[in-house]
């Protein structure tokens, strides 16, 4: 009886798992080292802060949830036409669900905002600060250092860099990050198992 049942519970956590939400498909952003951010030299453009976003995606087995998180304020600096140094805040204050409403919205808001998750409290803000930027096949490969939670990691994407007569206009780009490496380890529910990854999707409009 008690092998029967070992076996029936094993069987039913595989089909859980095999069943459940896999996080978007997109370059992984390793966690490493601290990069040496980039010196700030040419001429400065300003982030639009209101016309820029930044998305995101978390899966767990039964499914997943989508939202945003405000960008507070943010710059580049351009050298010859190409981007060289840059600096952007988050307002993790600003972090929404999209796909609730109601109850389950403001419960989830509450939750990712709490010291579980992101712990906006004690961190209101979140950092990425560029140490280069390489031209590659994909338009640029940035490497720069991400800080959430207070804890700052390396980590290295493709982005699209959309420019004109040398004066960048916008810039977009899409990686996963291990939640972990930045002191976000709430597991989930024993029965609805929370991802390590995150989805990210920075889409930057750089005024004139």
Known sequence: ???????????????LFTACEKPPVAQAAAAVEV???????????????????????????????NGTINLKEGSVF?????????????????????DLSGEYHDKLNKHLKSDEFFDVAKFPEGLFEISAVE????????KGNLTLKGITHG??????????????KAA???FNIDRKKWGIV??????DLISDTINLTLDLKIKK
């Open 1 to 15: 009886m008690k092998k029967t049942m070992t076996i029936a519970a094993l069987a039913a956590a595989a089909l």
């Open 172 to 174: 977009k780009a899409t």
């Open 78 to 98: 351009v050298k010859d036409g190409s981007i060289v140094a840059g600096k952007f805040v988050a307002d993790m204050a600003s972090l929404d669900d999209k």
């Open 155 to 168: 980590v290295t994407f493709d982005a699209e860099i959309v420019s004109d007569k040398n004066i960048p």
């Open 35 to 65: 990069f040496t951010p980039a010196k700030a030299e040419g001429k400065e453009f300003k982030i639009d802060a209101a016309s820029s976003k930044i998305t995101w995606i978390g899966t767990k087995v039964t499914g997943k949830h």
């Open 186 to 191: 709430y597991p989930g529910k024993p029965d």
């Open 135 to 142: 031209k590659s096949e994909k338009g640029a490969t940035i």
